[in-house]
């Protein structure tokens, strides 16, 4: 059977799967096939506490299929970046075997495999396998992180040539990396990808972040989640050495904006593609709140704190007085078994203007009214959820691509403030305030401009809109 089919392979994590997962639905959207493959555990998160099956029966021309766990049984939760490091590792060695009984896979009613959309972190992984397998086949790579980190890990070997990096300990964080094309003077060695910095957590090594990024120079195309006027001068200098770049995002809008257009109903996108079970508590709650007035807070699906920070944390919001809905992740805390003790005026003020909750539905959230800003590790896709909805941020990295973005919001799109490195009461106390009371104005008076340009560019005739066309017609012209 002759036509276009799309297989899909994002990396095993929430942050991963959310976007691509969005794509496949707007590819499918435009009827094209779409075999999206996940790992075994993957599937049963999505199947229990997302809504896989109603994305099969929503899309007849979307398909999904599962390949075996490449690592070792991880809970998915809390995993911190060494654990995340050794999945990623793992599956990149491990995928490609049980990824080619899929490619050649025949079948009356489906046509064959034409193009694959691979998640960019597995670096030459498609490429062996058609080269492999010896069949042309178009390869596009998608990097769901940040485009502001993309051109970072790209560039990362001219900056050892031009010797910004090494970063030389503790004392050279706050120098500031001139040479980088796009982003002169603007990067401090603490706002460099966090494998950057000497002794860096995790065991994903800079020469191999710096290696899979170079890889994707083999690749077909490129897919982004951003949208133009967010990161123009970046990706005019991605631009220059990848020629086909098609930039999609605000991937989690797009895809509800188009379905409202279709009038499929849209209010459990996120719920659908979610690994953890969704407490939907906080709704109501955030219903008897001023407008404006909740600071949400969480920290994403694999930052882990001590008990330290915790309290410093927990310290600074109760202190601010202002009110807050906490994403407390049950593993979100290290060492709480040693001592999980809670002083009495946290739990005072917890119970006088908190919330709390071990997984919300976060776009949702984020799109409330009550929420007036969000305190964050700046994954890529909380930032973007963040932007649309003209939400300010304050943010404090934790790993990878986090430390390039909490620069840019706080530098670049000026929607918030970076508390990166510190973990200290008084400081979020006063980030607290100065994002909701002091500087609030200003930060949302430029929150709620870039919301508008996200929203503009996946309107028809804006920028994402007319990228979705365009790859949409390249994918076809290849399948022919
Ligand atoms: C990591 C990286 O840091 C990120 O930048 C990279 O691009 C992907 O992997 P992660 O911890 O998964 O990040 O954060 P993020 O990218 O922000 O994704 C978290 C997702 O979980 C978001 O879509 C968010 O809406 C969702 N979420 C989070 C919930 O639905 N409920 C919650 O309670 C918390």
């Not at 070792?72 to 049980?98: C, R, W």
């Not at 008897?288 to 949400?296: E, P």
């Not at 001592?339 to 919330?355: H, M, S, V």
């Given at each position: 059977m002759?036509?276009?089919?799309?297989?899909?392979?994002?990396?095993p994590f929430?942050?991963?799967?959310r976007?691509m997962?969005?794509l496949?639905?707007?590819l499918?959207?435009?009827?094209l096939?779409?075999?999206f493959?996940?790992?075994?555990s993957i599937?049963n998160?999505?199947t229990?506490?997302?809504?896989?099956?109603s994305?099969s029966?929503?899309?007849?021309?979307?398909?999904?299929?599962?390949?075996?766990?490449?690592?070792?049984h991880?809970?998915?939760t809390?995993?911190g970046d060494?654990t995340a490091g050794?999945?990623?590792?793992?599956?990149?060695l491990?995928?490609?075997p049980?990824?080619?009984?899929?490619?050649?896979?025949?079948?009356?009613?489906i046509?064959?495999?034409?193009?694959?959309?691979?998640?960019?972190?597995f670096?030459?992984?498609?490429?062996?396998?058609?080269?492999e397998?010896g069949?042309?086949?178009?390869i596009?790579h998608f990097r769901?992180?940040?485009?502001?980190?993309?051109?970072?890990?790209?560039?990362?070997?001219n900056?050892?040539k031009?010797?910004?990096?090494?970063?030389?300990?503790d004392?050279?964080?706050d120098?500031?990396?001139?040479?980088m094309?796009?982003m002169e003077?603007?990067?401090r060695?603490?706002?460099l990808?966090s494998?950057?910095?000497p002794?860096?957590?995790g065991?994903?090594?800079?020469?191999?972040?710096s290696?899979?990024?170079q890889q994707?120079?083999a690749?077909d195309?490129?897919i982004?989640?951003?949208?133009e006027?967010l990161d123009?001068l970046?990706?005019?200098?991605?631009?220059?050495?990848?020629p086909?770049?098609?930039?999609?995002g605000?991937?989690?809008?797009?895809?509800n904006?188009?379905?409202?257009e279709?009038?499929?109903?849209?209010?459990n996108?996120?719920?659908?593609?979610s690994?953890?079970e969704?407490?939907?508590?906080?709704m109501?709650?955030?219903?008897?709140q001023?407008q404006g007035s909740v600071?949400y807070?969480?920290?994403?699906?694999?930052?882990?704190v001590t008990?330290?920070?915790?309290?410093?944390?927990?310290h600074?919001?109760v202190?601010?007085?202002?009110?807050?809905?906490w994403?407390?992740?049950?593993?979100?805390v290290?060492g709480?078994?040693?001592?999980?003790?809670?002083?009495?005026?946290?739990?005072?003020?917890t119970k006088?203007?908190?919330?709390?909750v071990?997984?919300?539905?976060?776009e949702e959230v984020?799109?409330?009214?009550?929420?007036?800003?969000?305190l964050?590790h700046?994954g890529?896709?909380?930032?973007?959820?963040?932007?649309?909805a003209?939400v300010?941020?304050i943010?404090?990295p934790?790993?990878?691509?986090?430390?390039?973005?909490?620069?840019f919001?706080?530098?670049?799109w000026?929607?918030?403030?970076?508390?990166k490195d510190?973990?200290?009461r008084?400081?979020?106390?006063?980030?607290?305030?100065?994002?909701?009371?002091y500087?609030?104005?200003?930060?949302?008076?430029?929150?709620?401009?870039?919301?508008m340009?996200?929203?503009q560019?996946?309107?028809?005739g804006?920028?994402?809109?007319?990228?979705?066309?365009?790859?949409?017609?390249?994918?076809k012209?290849?399948?022919?």
């Amino acid at each position: 059977m002759a036509g276009a089919h799309v297989l899909m392979f994002p990396c095993p994590f929430q942050g991963h799967v959310r976007p691509m997962l969005k794509l496949a639905e707007l590819l499918a959207l435009h009827h094209l096939h779409v075999t999206f493959i996940n790992t075994h555990s993957i599937h049963n998160r999505l199947t229990r506490y997302g809504d896989i099956q109603s994305l099969s029966a929503s899309y007849p021309t979307l398909h999904f299929n599962t390949i075996a766990d490449c690592y070792s049984h991880v809970n998915h939760t809390g995993i911190g970046d060494t654990t995340a490091g050794n999945i990623i590792l793992s599956t990149t060695l491990h995928a490609k075997p049980l990824l080619r009984n899929i490619l050649l896979a025949q079948s009356p009613e489906i046509p064959k495999v034409t193009c694959i959309i691979q998640d960019g972190i597995f670096g030459s992984l498609s490429n062996d396998l058609a080269s492999e397998l010896g069949i042309p086949i178009t390869i596009i790579h998608f990097r769901t992180s940040s485009p502001c980190c993309f051109w970072p890990y790209f560039w990362l070997p001219n900056l050892f040539k031009t010797n910004e990096l090494p970063i030389r300990g503790d004392e050279d964080m706050d120098r500031i990396i001139s040479n980088m094309p796009g982003m002169e003077n603007l990067l401090r060695c603490r706002d460099l990808p966090s494998f950057c910095r000497p002794g860096a957590k995790g065991n994903l090594s800079i020469d191999w972040v710096s290696f899979q990024t170079q890889q994707s120079l083999a690749a077909d195309a490129l897919i982004l989640n951003t949208f133009e006027e967010l990161d123009r001068l970046v990706l005019s200098q991605i631009r220059l050495y990848f020629p086909k770049v098609y930039t999609l995002g605000p991937l989690h809008h797009h895809l509800n904006v188009r379905k409202a257009e279709t009038n499929e109903a849209n209010d459990n996108t996120s719920f659908r593609s979610s690994f953890f079970e969704v407490d939907r508590s906080c709704m109501a709650w955030l219903d008897a709140q001023a407008q404006g007035s909740v600071l949400y807070v969480s920290f994403g699906t694999s930052t882990i704190v001590t008990r330290e920070e915790l309290m410093e944390f927990w310290h600074g919001l109760v202190n601010s007085k202002k009110r807050f809905l906490w994403v407390m992740r049950p593993d979100l805390v290290v060492g709480r078994e040693k001592d999980d003790r809670i002083p009495e005026e946290l739990e005072e003020g917890t119970k006088e203007r908190g919330f709390m909750v071990e997984w919300a539905p976060q776009e949702e959230v984020l799109t409330h009214k009550a929420i007036g800003g969000f305190l964050t590790h700046s994954g890529w896709n909380s930032t973007l959820e963040s932007l649309v909805a003209g939400v300010p941020m304050i943010c404090w990295p934790y790993f990878a691509d986090q430390q390039v973005n909490s620069r840019f919001v706080s530098e670049v799109w000026k929607v918030g403030l970076d508390m990166k490195d510190v973990c200290d009461r008084d400081v979020v106390e006063k980030m607290v305030n100065d994002l909701m009371v002091y500087r609030r104005d200003e930060f949302l008076k430029s929150a709620q401009a870039m919301a508008m340009l996200a929203h503009q560019s996946v309107s028809p005739g804006g920028s994402s809109h007319s990228s979705m066309q365009d790859l949409i017609h390249y994918i076809k012209s290849v399948s022919k």
